[in-house]
């Protein structure tokens, strides 16, 4: 059997995780890669702690269990990008730094396969990374970097090649959606379950990235490419976060049946492609309405295939790492015949006014007769039928409910918000709150 | 770009929708393939209806929208084996006979690519299909052989080689579920089940294959050979049907928060795979109990990655037509570089002997003071921890009530009714019933 070497950088918690499940399984990986899987060199400054930590061999290592600089971690992957007889290069170091963007270009220009959890990198910077492997005709293993151990993106490349994914929405943010279901679940409010998930290890101190869609942001681009070949960036991608959802908004949700979830949604009409990182209303008779805590789930619907759920585990060293040794595997077994990315289609990236959704609208108002049936009547003028009214909350002075619509453009909704502040500017005491409903028959 | 032939033989529900699949987003396709994927040849005897059906070109065919007879069709395959243009061809002929499986070694043997979706054959036969490919190069795309739509071999295959399955659990044969569905949640006996199946179009009028356990186990074989490397026979894999579940049962189901699922089963333990088919307790905190209807489930619970659920069609003629022309898209892919079949491992079929599971004993007894005492007695001096008693069921002269055990060895559980019988013969009025449970935790 021939050999496939692997170097890993950065021996946190999920390189760690690669080389440990290495360590562990190699024979067998080695049988089903159909030659000889070999870990050559780990790159880590601190060696010692990753020595112990993983229950690995020190002659992996730089310098054995030995901690190093960074001169020596640097010198010690010049020597892995010159030395011939390595095949692939895991990278584990995170971040979207020039020394992680150049060195993983590196690894691609030495004609080295690129296996990376790096989420960030690859949908912020990735499109030189993806035109370097392939111009130099190796390939680039991203399984671990969105949703952890579920196997979404070779679904989508190897598994759904055959069909067309009309949409994908995904509960892709763990941290998020811990924080939704304990509000839920056990009527807490936003800060009060942040504090929760933090306390619990499932937040980080700044939960920025994973409160704000950030994060959520990252795997959408990512996998949006890939199911549909188009590169969007940040700014172009609309996200909301979920720091304003307040208990109001949770009851409504209640009323129609339905639960908020930080939905990852990406749809596809024709030539053109929406998609979008915000909460959404999600039906109870929609399997993700049911997906509560760390978990991650995808829910794909296909043009001839129908609907499709993967759910996994989104996080944690070993379950991480073994999506990355999955990548390994098919980069061994595949190694001279890679055929690289999604080729450029002629699909464009659109907005929400081309796409009509179901919407709850929540209205604040003054509390005084006839104001339902102002409000609604403006909508009906909009043309949009809706399907049902919540029960109206009273306030002190003002009065709340929402509507439920049928699907309709965006842009009419606004029409319709226009049409009541300008006939009657008083009557709003606050913006309405706009989110669209996820159902589990409407694709 | 390169050009990749696919012709198909037989152009029926599978086949046809194959051939539609290709005819309207052929170009998408070859982007995908990085070819350009061509169908060259459709060869089915009836082919007028087809034409019409699947809105077909007819110059696709033998001989266009004429149907043609056994004669020209096998000249017609004779042609397609002689073509070296010819890359891939697609059996949807159906059936274990001698002609079809002759055929699949004839096209192998020519150096073409297999898929297919006859999950029988290579249930049945598949050993010398599988060796003919590797000795020969090429690949067998089998994934719509097992549970249609869903991912379930790629995912094994490319998604899970860096993991270890501990054990997978499935809902593979939509019609027994959609009949216990029924039963379940309509409280309708097995036979109104049945009929109301077949009266809506879930079940064949020979509907033996799918209540038996039958197709189940032929999926099952699949499996196995795929995630652990080892052949099982029919004659080997145990089976049971869910012909003999009757409202009793789902009665005891639902006092330990179960429902009865046909479960596909295998599970390693070390060197050691064990294997079956058969209806299991399944505890409504697995997801598995919530899969009703026709659909399919998959669950994994794997060494480093944790657990996976994976949820689609498991039927219908693009549903599964769609993941045929995945597989053909992947042999287009990596067409040089074929990597067949897992290894040969040192892994071996085993008996539920050597593995422990939590059962549902079922005790059908004279009614008489003393005798749940009696019987737990005898179960706990075999060292069976007992989790939970049921109800007593007492009818005119006898009782029912149901033991749900810890996990335990079978051997076990049928030394303690052995002991029940030899102590008091006259106690038990019929032999009891053993189901295992499945948890959500356990693995």
């Known amino acids: 059997m021939k050999n496939f070497k692997v170097a890993i950088l950065g021996c946190g918690t999920v390189g760690g995780g690669v080389a440990k499940i290495i360590s562990e399984i190699g024979s067998e990986l080695s049988e089903r890669a159909n030659c000889t899987v070999e870990l050559a060199k780990i790159v880590e400054l601190n060696a010692s702690y990753a020595v112990t930590r993983f229950e690995l061999n020190p002659d992996l290592f730089v310098d054995g269990s030995n901690d190093v600089n960074a001169e020596q971690a640097n010198a010690a992957i010049k020597e892995i990008l010159a030395d011939k007889s390595i095949n692939l290069v895991v990278e584990t170091i995170g971040g979207t730094g020039d020394f992680v963007y150049n060195t993983c270009l590196d690894i691609l220009n030495a004609g080295k396969h690129l296996v990376t959890a790096n989420k960030a990198l690859l949908a912020e910077r990735g499109k030189a990374i993806f035109e370097a492997a392939l111009a130099n005709k190796v390939t680039i293993g991203y399984e671990a970097a969105v949703c952890g151990a579920i196997p979404a993106i070779k679904t989508i490349k190897e598994s759904f090649s055959g069909d067309v994914i009309d949409s994908v929405s995904g509960i892709m943010n763990g941290t998020s959606n811990y924080i939704l279901s304990n509000m839920q679940n056990n009527n807490l409010g936003f800060a009060e379950a942040l504090k929760m998930a933090q306390d619990n290890g499932?937040?980080?101190?700044?939960?920025?990235l994973d409160v704000n869609g950030g994060d959520a942001g990252h795997k959408t681009i990512i996998l949006i490419k890939l199911a549909y070949g188009i590169?969007?960036?940040?700014?172009?991608?609309?996200?909301?976060?979920?720091?304003?959802?307040?208990?109001?908004?949770?009851?409504?949700a209640e009323e129609i049946d339905a639960k908020i979830k930080l939905i990852c949604y990406a749809k596809r009409n024709g030539d053109e492609i929406y998609a979008t990182v915000r909460p959404m209303m999600v039906k109870n008779d929609n399997f993700l309405s049911g997906v509560d805590g760390a978990t991650n789930a995808l829910r794909f619907s296909n043009r001839y295939?129908?609907?499709?759920?993967?759910?996994?585990?989104?996080?944690?060293?070993?379950?991480?790492?073994?999506?990355?040794?999955?990548?390994?595997?098919?980069?061994a077994r595949y190694n001279e015949q890679i055929n690289n990315e999604a080729a450029p289609t002629s699909l464009t990236f659109s907005d929400d006014r081309h796409f009509e959704f179901p919407y709850l609208v929540t209205f604040s108002t003054e509390d005084a007769p006839g104001?339902?049936?102002?409000?609604?009547?403006?909508?009906?003028?909009?043309?949009?039928?809706?399907?049902?009214?919540?029960?109206?909350?009273?306030?002190?002075?003002?009065?709340?409910?929402?509507?439920?619509?049928?699907?309709?453009?965006?842009?009419?909704?606004?029409?319709?918000?226009?049409?009541?502040?300008?006939?009657?500017?008083?009557?709003?005491?606050?913006?309405?709150?706009?989110?669209?409903?996820?159902?589990?028959?409407?694709k």
Chains 1, 2 share one sequence.
Do not use: Q
Not at 202 to 208: C, I, L, N, S
Not at 233 to 247: A, N, R, S, V
Not at 305 to 331: P, R, W, Y
């Open 231 to 252: 590169d969007v960036t940040m700014e172009e991608l609309p996200m909301i976060g979920i720091e304003k959802i307040d208990k109001e908004d949770i009851e409504f």
């Open 305 to 331: 295939s129908g609907i499709h759920i993967l759910v996994g585990e989104g996080a944690g060293s070993s379950e991480t790492a073994s999506s990355i040794v999955g990548d390994i595997i098919f980069a």
């Open 371 to 442: 104001t339902t049936g102002f409000i609604t009547s403006e909508i009906g003028a909009e043309g949009i039928n809706i399907d049902t009214v919540s029960h109206n909350r009273r306030g002190l002075d003002n009065a709340t409910f929402s509507v439920a619509t049928v699907p309709c453009k965006i842009d009419k909704i606004n029409n319709a918000i226009e049409n009541i502040k300008k006939k009657r500017p008083e009557i709003l005491v606050k913006e309405p709150k706009i989110m669209p409903i996820l159902y589990s028959d409407r």
């Open 202 to 208: 499932y937040a980080e101190a700044d939960p920025t």
